[in-house]
């Protein structure tokens, strides 16, 4: 079965100082990896994925995440975090053998001038 | 194009009301997915359709009926509302081979 663990609810940040957001991940044979965000009162909107090839993948806003295999994680890091960042970002996992994306429980962002 | 739109936004329900949420989308997706979504649970999928005239359950399928009876719609059915029910309600679709889905804007509904 497919889960997701994003370990913090919250992450606060001061602006123009790195960010990252954690996420972990169990799935059977190779994984994709998805990061979405999500502002308030709207849906949830694609930042970046992995399916395969390099590990650092780049994303939507300056963001980017770091497929790690062997610590089966995949972490949202931004070099320089903007207020306009602050939203709720949820990983998400699925797989080739599947029709189904199942998401962490969500991670909080607050960014602060 | 519209993307995914979702009726009704906003839906206050007694217990033991029935219910339909409608999701449509106009991007000639096959698949699609009902999530809901509640504080510290994240989005958790109830029911999805990889094509029209198939459905599927998803984590929490109890409670919940859905249909797709053309392709670009796909209903959420609630026959007898309880509490645990109250919730925001995410539609989403994508196509075939592709890996990122398009999201509804949510359906709030409350069921007192």
């Known amino acids: 079965a497919q889960s997701v663990a994003q370990p913090e609810d919250q992450v606060n940040v001061a602006e123009g100082n790195p960010l990252t957001v954690k996420c972990t991940y169990s799935?059977?044979?190779?994984?994709?990896l998805f990061w979405y965000v999500q502002y308030p009162n709207r849906g949830l909107q694609f930042l970046l994925k992995?399916?395969?090839?390099?590990?650092l993948v780049k994303g939507s806003y300056g963001f980017e995440a770091e497929f790690n295999k062997s610590q089966t994680s995949f972490h949202l890091k931004k070099p320089s975090a903007l207020v306009s960042d602050s939203a709720l970002y949820f990983c998400?996992?699925?797989?080739?053998?599947?029709?189904?994306?199942?998401f962490g429980t969500g991670t909080r962002l607050q960014v602060f001038p | 194009n519209a993307g995914v739109t979702q009726t009704p936004k906003f839906r206050v329900l007694k217990t033991g009301q029935s219910m339909t949420l409608l999701c449509a989308q106009d991007?000639?997706?096959?698949?699609m997915y009902w999530y809901r979504q509640d504080p510290g649970m994240g989005l958790r999928l109830i029911h999805y359709s990889v094509g029209e005239g198939t459905t599927a359950k998803g984590e929490v399928p109890d409670g919940y009926n859905v249909s797709r009876l053309k392709k670009q719609n796909f209903l959420l059915g609630l026959e007898s509302a309880a509490p645990s029910q109250t919730s925001v309600y995410f539609c989403?679709?994508?196509?075939?081979?592709?890996?990122?889905?398009?999201f509804g804007a949510g359906s709030r509904l409350t069921v007192l």
């Open positions: 998400a996992v699925s797989s080739y053998n599947t029709d189904k994306l199942i």
């Open positions: 799935v059977s044979g190779n994984p994709y």
């Open positions: 991007m000639n997706h096959e698949y």
């Open positions: 992995y399916i395969t090839g390099d590990n």
């Open positions: 989403a679709s994508k196509v075939t081979g592709a890996n990122v889905l398009t």
